[in-house]
């Protein structure tokens, strides 16, 4: 089962304005701000408002309104930074396996720069 979300992850605190971010957009749905500790020249992190821990979280309990404006938002940003014609990777960690550190949902957006073949 998925743990409960914990409203005093960073991620939390970050929608609730308590920590400070470079936020790159913002909407109804999902906030997009940059990584603290960038592994590419771009590397942004998308995340929906809700309270979502995981991937599978958010499917299954988010409403369509929230999934629809959640990948909108992923695909404006990447359009927004430039990134359509070059190309970018997205990732999303999930448990302890993935080494997932912040149980909120986030889609990572790398770009910036010809990336590689993706790790495992
Ligand atoms: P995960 O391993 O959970 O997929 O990724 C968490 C990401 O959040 C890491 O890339 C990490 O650098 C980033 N991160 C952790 N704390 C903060 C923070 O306070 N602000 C920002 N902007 N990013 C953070």
Do not use: C
Not at 3 to 17: E, M, T
Request: no cysteine.
């Amino acid at each position: 089962a998925t743990q409960p979300y914990d409203d005093q992850n960073i991620f939390a605190k970050i929608l609730r304005g308590e920590i400070p971010n470079r936020t790159v957009f913002e909407d109804e749905w999902a906030l997009a701000f940059h990584d603290i500790n960038p592994q590419a020249p771009i590397h942004i992190l998308v995340i929906p408002k809700g309270a979502y821990v995981s991937w599978d979280d958010f499917s299954a309990k988010g409403s369509e309104a929230e999934i629809a404006g959640f990948i909108r938002a992923v695909g404006h940003v990447a359009r927004e930074q430039g990134l359509v014609a070059p190309g970018y990777r997205l990732l999303a960690n999930a448990g302890i396996n993935s080494h997932q550190e912040v149980p909120h949902l986030h889609v990572h957006l790398f770009g910036g720069k010809a990336l590689g073949p993706m790790l495992m």
